[in-house]
């Protein structure tokens, strides 16, 4: 079985210094601020930069893509990260980011990697301390990968599996975006969605507050995952490790993630798109 990879605020502030803190905060289409601002205003103890656009392939045309094993190890170690030392992933509110970065982790072999429930805004409320300025230059660390691909996805990956009965691909963009009744937020990306693939807008996965629907809820709103491989998808790969977050909560255990996305297959003019609900 998964384990569950919240940790929710009380018993982090319980284990103040067993985790290093990661702030994973990143914006989505359309919202403003900057992260790097807020890290440098207000951050947990110890805490270091996890910039998920850094953490990225440099030379994909595509937003925040993977980045070769080569690449993350070099980051983390510089992050005074390994492989084995406890991390925790956080944003300022919420977690699309720190679920991402969870993800990552994971997928280049990070044995200890968990999620803030709720993120900065849960931690302040719980009465967690802060510090402000720049973190602080940590002493380099080796951090091995042991990459695990089988959470990854590519659109031939997502072609098979739309054909598949014991497949399932979900998406994590609104209703909107998935029936095409509301266009893309990115230019020359085709609205609508992959045949055969099934609406799980990552909202109703978490409060009004950013914190995940408990396990037994997720496990009812995601009850369509049960026995099946699963890839989650989203506009950029972002909000799709929210799902796949929830369904490791729920129990349901590990999934894939369609990097890619639908900023991937949208684009494409020979990848098949319908419109209207599922």
């Known amino acids: 079985m998964t384990i569950s990879p919240l940790v929710d605020a009380a018993t982090l502030i319980s284990e103040v210094g067993r985790f290093i803190p990661l702030d994973a905060s990143v914006l989505l289409p359309g919202q403003k601020g900057d992260p790097d601002a807020a890290f440098t205003q ?92 720049a973190a602080s230059t940590k002493e380099p660390a080796l951090f091995r990968t042991r990459p695990r691909y089988g959470l990854l996805a590519g659109s031939g990956d ?40 099934m609406s799980m807008d990552w909202t109703r996965l978490v409060d009004e507050s950013g914190c995940f629907l408990p396990a037994s809820e997720l496990k009812q709103i995601l009850a369509a995952a049960k026995g099946q491989s699963v890839i989650a998808t989203c506009g950029s790969g972002l909000t799709a490790a929210t799902i796949v977050a929830a369904l490791a ?20 003019p020979d990848a098949p798109v319908v419109t209207g609900e599922a």
């Open 42 to 133: 207000r951050h947990l103890l110890d805490a270091r930069r996890f910039d998920i656009d850094v953490f990225a392939d440099p030379d994909s045309p595509l937003p925040h893509t993977v980045p070769g094993a080569a690449r993350f190890a070099r980051l983390m170690g510089a992050l005074g990260v390994s492989e084995d030392v406890p991390v925790v992933f956080y944003d300022g509110r919420g977690s699309v980011g720190a679920c991402r970065g969870w993800w990552l982790a994971r997928l280049f072999g990070h044995r200890n990697a968990r999620i803030l429930d709720g993120g900065l805004e849960a931690w302040l409320k719980a009465g967690g301390p802060v510090e402000e300025g």
């Open 158 to 197: 997502v072609r098979l599996a739309l054909e598949r009965e014991d497949s399932l691909v979900l998406d994590a963009r609104s209703a909107g975006r998935f029936a095409a009744t509301v266009p893309e937020p990115r230019p020359g990306v085709r609205s609508g969605h992959m045949p055969g693939a």
């Open 249 to 268: 909560i729920a129990g349901y255990g590990d999934a894939a993630l369609y990097d890619g996305s639908w900023t991937e297959w949208g684009s494409d």
